[in-house]
């Protein structure tokens, strides 16, 4: 299993929603907090259409993208 720190941020004054790494990498994800949610329910909403990730769900939790843990990857069933 590989640790890594990576999360999304949003700039108060243009609403950017930016992708950051441990690494110090910081990258323009999304245009708006509204684009980011629409996206994200649209990837919910029809699975197989979702760019990226694919949504699923292992012990009740919903996760992006299959888990490398082997513990939470066999629980792991996607939405699609």
Known sequence: M???SYGLCVDGES???WEW????VVTPR???LSD???EMAD???TPGLAVGP???VAR???MWGEPSDPDVKDAWVPLA
Do not use: C, I, R
């Not at 790494?21 to 110090?24: I, V, Y």
């Open 36 to 38: 980011y949610l629409e």
């Open 54 to 56: 694919t949504p699923g």
């Open 15 to 17: 609403g950017t929603l």
């Open 60 to 62: 009740g939790a919903l």
């Open 43 to 45: 990837a919910l909403e």
């Open 2 to 4: 590989t640790d890594t």
């Open 21 to 24: 790494e441990e690494n110090a």
């Open 30 to 32: 999304f245009d708006s």
